[in-house]
């Protein structure tokens, strides 16, 4: 959970999604604050999944971001970064985040470009897009992009909007979109796929 006061949407719709795929299956919803390594091996999950944010990331102290990028560049288990769990994946690896275009005068987020509904995107059908047609159409809503590629990742999805729209590590099972697909529907049913490649990933793997 990567909102600021713990009661934002992202983590609450990943979760709901989670339960209609893997019904039975426990999930544990943390707060960034209180994650870190040793909270991981207490928990032992199968899989970590890193929720959008709440407020631009000027908003988060280092200080309480130390635990989660920890976790992000050392956990064993495959991690997925989802919208701002994306960006906050690029900052854990060194790249920059900022927003993708102003469109008027404003502070954070106000007058700022937004990427809200279903859009397209091109992928290079690898990895948690396997089995996928190359064009996808998944919700976004964010302002915010990753600006370069980190260091030892490779760029899974693009479009014209977002250049880097998805993202993978090049040897650890770290994976991360700009979109949302947990927020999928029977006209657009391609997210749930992509969430089902994730869980089917494995440490060894």
Known sequence: DNTVDGQGISPREIKAALEELRPGTPVVVE????????????VSPSHIILSGQSHPWTEYTPASLAGVFEVIREAEQPVLGI?????????AYGSTVGLMKRLTPGEGYEGALRERGFFDVETEGEGIFEGLPRTLSVWHSHCDEVKELPADFELTASNETCRIQAMQHISRPVFSVQFHPELFDAEHPQGRRIIENFLDRTTED
């Open 31 to 42: 707060h960034f604050k209180d994650v870190s390594l040793d909270r991981i091996e207490e």
């Open 83 to 91: 919208c701002g769990g994306h960006q906050q994946i690029a900052l």
